[in-house]
């Protein structure tokens, strides 16, 4: 059936029904809920836990600059000093596409692994989860599992250390990777890849760049937003995002300033867990159907796309969720219960551009082209109408407008007639000076400390 030969008001409001009946269905449906080792060494601990369960042989699936960085050493160690056996696929690279997973895939046939171990950010947790998922149903290409429950056999076991906090993938029952033949992520969703358990290990996330910190925590924070705002959520979902949300407005500011501090990364780690469990049973919504059209295209990091274009789908949403805007402000810190709700609300949306701005996030995409924005509105409508519980109904025509708001500013042309102002005139036969780079806003410049690559996973 063609959806869009009916009116968009009339589809607004079947979608509306059909996504509230889904989504108690969804209060119902059983999520495993991982095993959480928290606080510095919890890394370690995994390890000495993974060996007790007699796996035959672990795969760690993670990146060259955690292996470059000793990240991988206390759970090595640990694994060493019980005697069990693991090979490393250390080639993960951001938004991990379909060959490089398929080489994982090799990986763990080849060494006979029974097990895997995620070290890294979303993209490392997300490729161990895909390879899982492969290795159990031969029969079924990565695209042929795309989608809700495709694998008929259920997948090894899969551990996770997250490095970064933001994608809450460590909880999470979906992996998602990138199709570059298509130019568009898969989503790979099956309650079975819930990992077993999880080390949030804040030591592992000292060495963080400040532009990476703040783009995983922004994509924490949409994670929790759209879980609480979206027509899925319940009285468990919205306790978990309420505390996320708070964890973040107290933690996220401190941590970018001084990524040193393991108070800060530890309760920013927790964030982002309870951000994922939220989500991944509320589902998320407009910020993450448009954000992975941007990573698709563009390869714009996921969190860095969320943090863009949050505020933009707040501000569509907010007539519908006046209310909940206001709870949301509360636990930010920004009023009190029982003050004008419109108030609080335009405050919590405020706080977000202000976040947003501390944060060095840019408010434009250069890579963003014109010509690109119908497609993208296209793409974006149909994911987030065909799955996730949106507050209020976007229009085509709406979404291209709030994809548009993203475009690159061009530079204002000089009046007509307008001479140059000798300042700049240059001398004749005189060369002009090096072009001088204007520093990218999304990467603030270098505290002290280690700091990692800015292609680390996220």
Not at 27 to 41: H, N, S
Not at 216 to 236: P, R, S
Request: some cysteine; aromatic content about 4%; overall charge positive.
């Amino acid at each position: 059936m063609n959806l869009e030969i009916i009116p968009e008001s009339t589809r607004a409001a079947g979608l509306g029904v059909l996504m509230k009946g889904a989504g108690l269905l969804t209060r119902f449906l059983p999520i495993p809920q991982p095993t959480l080792l928290v606080g510095p060494g919890s890394s370690a601990r995994l390890g000495k836990m993974i060996a007790g369960f007699g796996h035959e042989k672990i795969l760690i699936v993670t990146d060259a600059t955690i292996v470059k960085l000793g990240l991988l050493t206390p759970l090595t160690r640990a694994l060493d000093a019980a005697g069990t056996p693991y090979s490393v696929f250390d080639e993960i690279t951001p938004d991990a596409p379909i060959p490089l997973i398929e080489r994982g895939l090799g990986a763990f046939l080849d060494h006979e692994c029974d097990a895997l171990v995620a070290v890294g950010g979303g993209s490392a947790m997300d490729a161990a989860k895909a390879i899982a998922a492969a290795s159990a149903n031969p029969g079924k290409s990565l695209r042929k599992l795309a989608g809700y429950f495709k694998g008929l056999h259920a997948p090894p076991p899969v551990y996770a250390i997250p490095t970064t906090a933001g994608t809450g993938s460590e909880v999470t029952v979906a992996a998602v990777i990138a199709d570059p033949q298509r130019k568009s992520k898969l989503v790979i969703v099956d309650t079975r890849l819930v990992p077993k358990v999880a080390a949030l290990d804040p030591e592992l996330m000292v060495g963080l760049p400040p532009a990476i910190t703040a783009a995983t925590g922004m994509d924490a924070l949409t994670h929790a937003i759209e879980a609480f705002l979206g027509q899925w959520a319940t009285d468990a979902t919205d306790a978990l995002a309420l505390t996320a949300v708070g964890l973040i407005f107290e933690n996220l500011r401190r941590v970018y300033a001084d990524g040193t501090d393991l108070e800060a990364r530890e309760k920013m780690a927790l964030a982002s867990s309870y951000a994922g469990m939220a989500f991944t049973r509320a589902n998320v919504g407009y910020v993450h159907a448009i954000a992975h059209q941007l990573g698709g295209l563009y390869h714009t990091p996921h969190g860095l796309a969320n943090a863009m274009v949050l505020p933009h789908v707040l501000r569509f949403s907010a007539p519908a969720v006046i209310a909940r805007l206001a709870q949301l402000a509360v636990r930010a810190g920004l009023g009190e219960d029982g003050q004008n709700e419109e108030a609080l609300a335009d405050r919590f949306l405020d706080a977000v551009d202000a976040l947003n701005r501390d944060l060095g996030i840019p408010t434009t995409l250069d890579a963003l082209r014109e010509a690109d924005v119908p497609s993208l509105a296209t793409a974006a409508l149909k994911e987030a109408h065909a799955g996730y519980p949106v507050p209020r109904y976007m229009g085509k025509a709406e979404c291209e407008a709030l994809i548009r708001r993203l475009l690159p500013r061009k530079p204002k042309a000089a009046p007509a007639g307008e001479k140059r102002s000798p300042a700049r005139a240059r001398p004749a036969g005189k060369k002009p000076a090096p072009a001088q780079l204007a520093p990218d806003p999304a990467v603030p410049p270098k505290a002290g400390g280690s700091r990692r690559k800015k292609t680390e996973n996220y």
